[in-house]
């Protein structure tokens, strides 16, 4: 037999015995049991289930000559189509399998250094949809900016095309933000909580799909995935959010 077409058929989801006989069936062409018994050295029970196996996927199918059993491989394409279905199978599942991890644990990924954070915010705001709200509790201030650097005017523009909205608590009052809320008053909705903290970080909530924990000491930020965190933050920000004073200018 060929070696390298029991490999591949394998790779496509043959068992090995399943290989074995397909491969007993593609050389031999039309031929009984018996033949494949004696080609692959397989006992004969196996042979039978495994011939039974390859009918129900279609890639053989069982004919009667002079009451003999005879074997044929289908139109080999079936081995594509077979893929092809699988394929299908697989994208309708890998959704709810999704469901179900996110249910259960979160997915943490951690974007290091100025690079990878520019990157983030940029490609962040271009999958947010369109109008969707950026939840912001608390400011890392000027260092907001300085992380950016000036690919902070390309963020601005994409988040104003896209109609993102900040929505920001604020627990100091900074030239940099009124004049962020100046610029763009109906993007941005900022309300004030009288409270002295070091700007260590802050957090977002990314619409219903993310939560950033967002370091000021250095360029980065920690991304969870999580719908049961993502509820839980925007509870905290929802609360105080009712506690803050409007910002105006």
Do not use: C
């Not at 490609?123 to 690919?151: C, L, N, Q, R």
């Amino acid at each position: 037999m060929n070696t390298k077409i029991l490999t591949q058929l394998q790779e496509l989801n043959f068992s090995a015995n399943e290989a074995k006989v397909y491969s007993a069936l593609l050389e031999a062409g039309q031929t009984s049991a018996g033949a494949i018994i004696k080609k692959t050295r397989l006992h004969r029970s196996v042979v039978y289930e495994t011939l039974d196996k390859l009918i129900y996927r279609k890639l053989v199918f069982q004919l009667e000559k002079n009451k003999i059993s005879y074997f044929q491989i289908t139109n080999p394409s079936r081995i594509l189509e077979d893929v092809v279905r699988q394929k299908e199978i697989a994208e309708n599942l890998i959704p709810q399998l999704k469901d179900v991890i996110d249910e259960r644990m979160p997915e943490i990924t951690i974007y290091e250094g100025m690079e990878s954070y520019r990157r983030f915010w940029i490609e962040s705001i271009k999958k947010m949809p369109v109008g969707s709200t950026d939840y912001i509790a608390g400011s890392i201030g000027d260092k907001y900016f300085e992380y950016f650097g000036k690919d902070f005017a390309k963020y601005e523009k994409i988040k104003a095309q896209r109609k993102i909205k900040w929505k920001s608590i604020l627990f100091n009052r900074d030239d940099i933000d009124m004049a962020h809320l100046k610029k763009y008053p109906k993007l941005n909705e900022f309300r004030f909580i009288d409270r002295k903290f070091e700007r260590d970080g802050n957090f977002n909530v990314l619409g219903d799909e993310s939560v950033l924990l967002h370091s000021a000491t250095e360029p980065m930020i920690i991304e969870i995935k999580n719908k049961t965190l993502v509820k839980v933050f925007r509870n905290i920000f929802d609360i105080l959010w009712e506690m803050g004073e409007e910002v105006r200018v």
